[in-house]
């Protein structure tokens, strides 16, 4: 396994003091200073994470906690168990008691003939591959409905639209578009919080984007060109089908401040020099008081054929808001786990997957211990970490 660089930040950190839920008072000012953190994470030995092999070939999984007790997740580009034609975006259920316990199942959505009903409307499946077919950038279940951010709306991968579902948990999922989109994005991941959006603020959800650079207005509208910073919008609980409920993150970590147009968004982390792929995760740590930021790049960005599923590194973050500022606690030197999938998962090389997430069912009561899910070596891949 890679060797961390651990607590390798990049500016002055203050950490808030635990906190044993997260709510709407996370708007309203800067950060109480705390005890910094001063640990890294252990990681079980690679013959101990999972890889679920029915899921072979996978990627752009997005996990989330229904209120059934189930994650639902996207899947890209691959032909899962039980699906009869390979395709580039899905959605399905993860199902188990453990982290390490987890199964797959496929679900069609909208007309379950036809894998291609994105377009139509009533899915969210679509076929092509890689920026060929619509994709899912983030799912979360708040306020009765899944939601979607659906990426690639327009050539090239860029644009994100909203999509969403009242009947999630039935055999075949109807899904409903928002009449709107934001060309300007190129990829929003839903912040996730307990299940089916426990512990959330009452009046708003987040997503995590990408942006090209530390300047202002540099949102980056691209799922693939890699970036050294993200941002953040806030969506209003009470319409997240109105647009003009959608804001971006305009202020700093001691004063979080909400805009309208994507040109005064300012970043909520910035490591220049550092080739992030732009697809992020986020999920609250209730146990912890504190969010945990995941982010997969590339160890040799000088080179140009490498790809994160096989040999990205990994980065995970802590912080007691969404907005910053942020503790490394850890991050590979290069490729993580590193080395061969395992057979059911074609042995490739085995890296840090297109993103990566710590779902917040699997995290332990203390928050010390959690189960990190990526696509690494192009597959539903499952690690357990521990902080001291």
Not at 37 to 50: A, E, H, L, N, P
Not at 110 to 119: L, M
Request: charged share 15%.
């Amino acid at each position: 396994m890679a060797t961390p660089r651990s607590l390798r930040s990049r500016s002055p950190v203050l950490l808030s003091i635990l906190l044993a839920g997260c709510g709407d008072t996370a708007d309203e000012g800067p950060q109480e200073p705390s005890m910094a953190v001063v640990s890294t994470i252990s990681w079980d030995s690679k013959s101990q994470m999972k890889q679920v092999a029915s899921t072979k070939g996978c990627d752009s999984f997005t996990p989330t906690w229904a209120p059934d007790g189930n994650l639902y997740t996207a899947v890209g580009d691959c032909r899962p168990q039980g699906v009869p034609q390979k395709i580039g975006m899905g959605f399905g259920r993860i199902s188990g008691a453990t982290g390490y316990g987890v199964s797959f199942t496929a679900v069609p959505t909208g007309d379950p003939a036809n894998w291609d009903d994105t377009k139509v409307g009533a899915g969210v499946d679509a076929l092509g591959d890689g920026a060929a077919s619509e994709k899912v950038g983030g799912m979360l279940y708040v306020g009765g409905r899944m939601w979607h951010w659906i990426r690639n709306i327009s050539p090239g991968g860029t644009g994100v639209r909203l999509k969403s579902s009242g009947n999630y948990n039935t055999a075949s999922p109807d899904y409903t578009w928002a009449s709107w989109s934001l060309p300007d994005l190129g990829y929003a991941s839903f912040v996730q919080y307990g299940k089916g959006y426990a512990g959330g603020p009452s009046g708003y959800v987040y997503a995590v984007i990408p942006m090209r650079s530390g300047s202002t207005g540099s949102v980056s509208n691209s799922a693939y060109d890699m970036v050294p910073a993200f941002g953040l919008i806030r969506g209003s609980r009470s319409d997240l089908g109105a647009k003009g409920n959608w804001k971006y993150f305009c202020g700093s970590s001691s004063s979080p401040a909400w805009c309208s147009a994507p040109s005064a968004a300012k970043n909520i982390l910035l490591q220049s020099g550092t080739s992030f792929k732009p697809r992020a995760g986020m999920s609250w740590n209730r146990g912890l008081g504190k969010f945990m930021l995941t982010l997969v790049s590339d160890p040799t960005p000088a080179t140009t054929d490498d790809d994160t599923r096989f040999d990205g590194a990994l980065t995970v973050m802590l912080s007691s808001q969404p907005w910053g500022p942020w503790e490394t606690v850890f991050a590979s030197d290069g490729t993580w786990p590193g080395g061969t999938s395992t057979t059911g998962c074609r042995s490739t090389g085995w890296g840090s997957g297109d993103r990566a997430d710590i779902p917040t069912k699997y995290m332990s009561a203390d928050g010390k211990t959690f189960y990190l899910f990526s696509s690494g070596g192009d597959c539903l891949s499952i690690a357990r970490g521990v902080l001291p």
